[in-house]
Protein backbone atom coordinates (compact mmCIF):
# COMPACT_ATOMS: atom_id res chain seq x y z
CA UNK A 1 0.00 0.00 0.00
CA UNK A 2 1.55 3.08 -1.06
CA UNK A 3 2.19 5.98 1.85
CA UNK A 4 0.79 8.91 0.82
CA UNK A 5 1.23 12.45 2.65
CA UNK A 6 -1.05 15.74 1.75
CA UNK A 7 0.40 19.19 3.56
CA UNK A 8 -2.30 21.32 2.16
CA UNK A 9 -5.62 22.68 3.12
CA UNK A 10 -8.78 23.02 4.45
CA UNK A 11 -11.89 25.05 3.44
CA UNK A 12 -15.49 25.15 4.40
CA UNK A 13 -17.28 25.16 1.27
CA UNK A 14 -20.31 27.39 1.34
CA UNK A 15 -21.61 26.53 -2.06
CA UNK A 16 -24.03 29.57 -3.86
CA UNK A 17 -25.95 28.40 -7.52
CA UNK A 18 -27.81 31.01 -9.10
CA UNK A 19 -29.02 32.07 -12.72
CA UNK A 20 -25.90 34.27 -12.72
CA UNK A 21 -23.76 36.19 -10.70
CA UNK A 22 -25.16 39.91 -8.88
CA UNK A 23 -23.60 42.79 -10.87
CA UNK A 24 -21.41 45.48 -8.33
CA UNK A 25 -24.17 46.66 -6.04
CA UNK A 26 -27.20 44.08 -6.66
CA UNK A 27 -28.61 41.50 -4.87
CA UNK A 28 -30.23 38.48 -6.99
CA UNK A 29 -32.10 35.34 -5.34
CA UNK A 30 -30.40 32.64 -5.64
CA UNK A 31 -31.65 29.09 -6.53
CA UNK A 32 -29.62 26.78 -3.72
CA UNK A 33 -27.33 26.38 -1.38
CA UNK A 34 -25.23 23.48 0.38
CA UNK A 35 -22.13 23.35 2.33
CA UNK A 36 -19.32 21.15 1.73
CA UNK A 37 -16.12 20.34 3.54
CA UNK A 38 -13.29 20.93 0.57
CA UNK A 39 -10.22 22.74 0.14
CA UNK A 40 -7.76 21.06 -2.34
CA UNK A 41 -5.72 19.59 0.06
CA UNK A 42 -8.35 18.02 1.48
CA UNK A 43 -9.86 16.77 -1.55
CA UNK A 44 -6.72 15.23 -2.38
CA UNK A 45 -6.85 13.30 0.77
CA UNK A 46 -10.06 11.95 0.83
CA UNK A 47 -9.70 11.16 -2.93
CA UNK A 48 -6.18 9.57 -2.38
CA UNK A 49 -7.88 7.29 0.82
CA UNK A 50 -10.63 6.07 -1.12
CA UNK A 51 -8.14 5.38 -4.14
CA UNK A 52 -6.78 2.90 -1.31
CA UNK A 53 -3.42 4.69 -0.03
CA UNK A 54 -2.58 5.16 3.47
CA UNK A 55 -2.89 8.52 4.24
CA UNK A 56 -1.63 11.31 6.10
CA UNK A 57 -2.85 14.83 6.38
CA UNK A 58 -0.73 18.05 7.85
CA UNK A 59 -2.32 21.24 8.25
CA UNK A 60 -4.39 23.91 10.34
CA UNK A 61 -8.04 23.89 11.44
CA UNK A 62 -9.76 26.93 13.75
CA UNK A 63 -10.86 25.76 17.09
CA UNK A 64 -14.66 25.88 15.83
CA UNK A 65 -17.41 23.43 14.61
CA UNK A 66 -16.32 23.44 11.07
CA UNK A 67 -12.64 22.62 12.31
CA UNK A 68 -15.02 19.57 13.92
CA UNK A 69 -16.39 18.12 11.04
CA UNK A 70 -13.22 18.32 8.84
CA UNK A 71 -11.68 16.06 11.70
CA UNK A 72 -15.14 13.52 11.20
CA UNK A 73 -14.47 13.35 7.59
CA UNK A 74 -11.01 12.28 8.57
CA UNK A 75 -11.68 10.09 10.67
CA UNK A 76 -14.59 8.44 8.43
CA UNK A 77 -11.99 7.99 5.68
CA UNK A 78 -9.10 6.40 7.44
CA UNK A 79 -7.10 9.62 7.00
CA UNK A 80 -4.13 9.88 10.01
CA UNK A 81 -4.56 13.47 11.55
CA UNK A 82 -2.00 13.11 13.92
CA UNK A 83 0.02 16.66 12.32
CA UNK A 84 -3.64 17.99 12.05
CA UNK A 85 -3.11 21.27 14.28
CA UNK A 86 -6.47 23.12 16.02
CA UNK A 87 -5.30 26.70 15.77
CA UNK A 88 -6.75 28.83 18.40
CA UNK A 89 -6.05 32.62 16.69
CA UNK A 90 -7.54 31.73 13.02
CA UNK A 91 -10.75 29.61 12.12
CA UNK A 92 -10.86 27.22 9.94
CA UNK A 93 -10.46 28.31 6.03
CA UNK A 94 -14.32 29.22 4.34
CA UNK A 95 -14.47 29.57 0.38
CA UNK A 96 -17.83 30.84 -1.15
CA UNK A 97 -18.42 29.16 -4.82
CA UNK A 98 -20.86 30.93 -7.13
CA UNK A 99 -21.91 28.64 -9.76
CA UNK A 100 -24.09 29.78 -12.55
CA UNK A 101 -27.13 27.87 -14.88
CA UNK A 102 -23.96 27.46 -17.25
CA UNK A 103 -22.19 25.45 -14.52
CA UNK A 104 -18.77 28.15 -14.02
CA UNK A 105 -18.24 29.15 -10.83
CA UNK A 106 -16.44 32.04 -9.58
CA UNK A 107 -14.84 31.48 -6.09
CA UNK A 108 -13.71 33.18 -2.66
CA UNK A 109 -11.09 31.44 -0.94
CA UNK A 110 -10.60 32.68 3.22
CA UNK A 111 -7.51 31.20 4.14
CA UNK A 112 -8.06 31.87 7.79
CA UNK A 113 -5.90 29.14 9.80
CA UNK A 114 -4.48 27.70 6.52
CA UNK A 115 -2.25 30.28 6.24
CA UNK A 116 -0.98 30.11 9.42
CA UNK A 117 0.83 26.12 8.73
CA UNK A 118 4.64 27.26 9.37
CA UNK A 119 8.24 25.36 8.67
CA UNK A 120 8.12 24.36 12.50
CA UNK A 121 4.57 22.90 11.65
CA UNK A 122 6.54 21.00 8.76
CA UNK A 123 9.00 20.02 10.71
CA UNK A 124 7.16 18.66 13.43
CA UNK A 125 6.09 16.46 10.88
CA UNK A 126 9.38 15.22 9.40
CA UNK A 127 9.00 11.59 10.69
CA UNK A 128 5.99 10.91 8.87
CA UNK A 129 7.15 13.11 5.49
CA UNK A 130 10.33 10.62 5.87
CA UNK A 131 8.18 7.87 5.63
CA UNK A 132 5.87 8.48 2.40
CA UNK A 133 6.28 7.39 -1.52
CA UNK A 134 4.02 10.26 -2.14
CA UNK A 135 3.93 13.69 -1.38
CA UNK A 136 0.71 15.84 -2.20
CA UNK A 137 1.30 19.99 -2.13
CA UNK A 138 -0.78 23.09 -3.59
CA UNK A 139 -0.53 26.58 -2.92
CA UNK A 140 -3.59 27.51 -0.97
CA UNK A 141 -0.87 27.02 2.34
CA UNK A 142 2.20 29.27 2.93
CA UNK A 143 4.28 28.24 -0.05
CA UNK A 144 7.31 28.15 2.25
CA UNK A 145 5.93 25.41 4.15
CA UNK A 146 5.15 23.38 1.20
CA UNK A 147 8.70 23.92 0.27
CA UNK A 148 9.98 22.57 3.55
CA UNK A 149 7.63 19.33 3.34
CA UNK A 150 8.63 18.89 -0.43
CA UNK A 151 12.42 19.01 0.60
CA UNK A 152 12.27 16.49 3.44
CA UNK A 153 10.71 14.31 1.03
CA UNK A 154 12.51 14.58 -1.76
CA UNK A 155 15.64 13.67 0.68
CA UNK A 156 13.98 10.46 1.24
CA UNK A 157 13.22 10.01 -2.68
CA UNK A 158 9.47 10.36 -2.74
CA UNK A 159 7.65 11.34 -5.34
CA UNK A 160 6.23 14.89 -5.22
CA UNK A 161 3.04 16.09 -6.75
CA UNK A 162 2.09 19.73 -7.08
CA UNK A 163 -1.21 21.17 -8.13
CA UNK A 164 -0.01 25.03 -8.20
CA UNK A 165 -3.49 26.88 -7.58
CA UNK A 166 -4.04 29.33 -6.71
CA UNK A 167 -1.89 30.68 -9.44
CA UNK A 168 0.72 32.69 -8.20
CA UNK A 169 4.69 33.00 -8.71
CA UNK A 170 6.74 29.91 -6.88
CA UNK A 171 10.51 30.19 -6.26
CA UNK A 172 12.56 29.04 -8.50
CA UNK A 173 14.20 26.29 -6.08
CA UNK A 174 10.71 24.74 -5.94
CA UNK A 175 10.92 23.45 -9.50
CA UNK A 176 13.88 20.47 -8.98
CA UNK A 177 12.11 19.70 -6.19
CA UNK A 178 8.77 18.31 -8.08
CA UNK A 179 7.83 15.32 -9.97
CA UNK A 180 4.35 16.48 -11.19
CA UNK A 181 2.88 19.65 -11.98
CA UNK A 182 -0.77 20.17 -12.36
CA UNK A 183 -1.30 23.64 -13.62
CA UNK A 184 -4.87 24.65 -15.30
CA UNK A 185 -4.48 27.68 -18.02
CA UNK A 186 -4.27 30.33 -16.11
CA UNK A 187 -1.72 28.59 -14.22
CA UNK A 188 0.34 27.07 -17.17
CA UNK A 189 0.87 30.84 -18.16
CA UNK A 190 1.62 32.27 -14.49
CA UNK A 191 4.70 30.46 -14.40
CA UNK A 192 5.38 29.65 -18.08
CA UNK A 193 4.62 33.00 -19.69
CA UNK A 194 2.77 31.27 -22.17
CA UNK A 195 -0.92 30.74 -23.04
CA UNK A 196 -2.26 27.05 -23.19
CA UNK A 197 -4.27 27.50 -26.27
CA UNK A 198 -2.47 25.84 -28.77
CA UNK A 199 -0.63 22.31 -29.08
CA UNK A 200 2.41 24.44 -29.79
CA UNK A 201 2.20 27.02 -27.24
CA UNK A 202 1.41 24.06 -24.55
CA UNK A 203 4.68 22.20 -25.61
CA UNK A 204 7.00 25.52 -25.16
CA UNK A 205 5.53 26.15 -22.22
CA UNK A 206 6.19 22.53 -20.62
CA UNK A 207 9.73 22.69 -22.09
CA UNK A 208 10.16 25.97 -20.12
CA UNK A 209 8.91 23.62 -17.04
CA UNK A 210 11.21 20.80 -17.70
CA UNK A 211 14.22 23.26 -18.05
CA UNK A 212 13.44 24.69 -14.33
CA UNK A 213 13.64 20.82 -13.80
CA UNK A 214 10.28 19.49 -13.31
Excluded at 95 to 121: Q, W, Y
Excluded at 181 to 209: C, H, Y
Amino acid sequence: MKRVVVVGSFVMDLVVWASRRPVKGESILGDDFAMFPGGKGANQAVAAARLGADVAMIGRLGEDAFGDMFLEVLSEEGIDSEYVIRDSREGTGVGTPVIDRDGDNSIIMIPRANKRLSIEDINNASRVLEQCDVLLVQLEVPVEASMRAAETAHKAHSKLILDPAPAMSIPEEFFPLIDVIMPNEVEFQMLTGSPADTIESVKKGSRILMDKGI
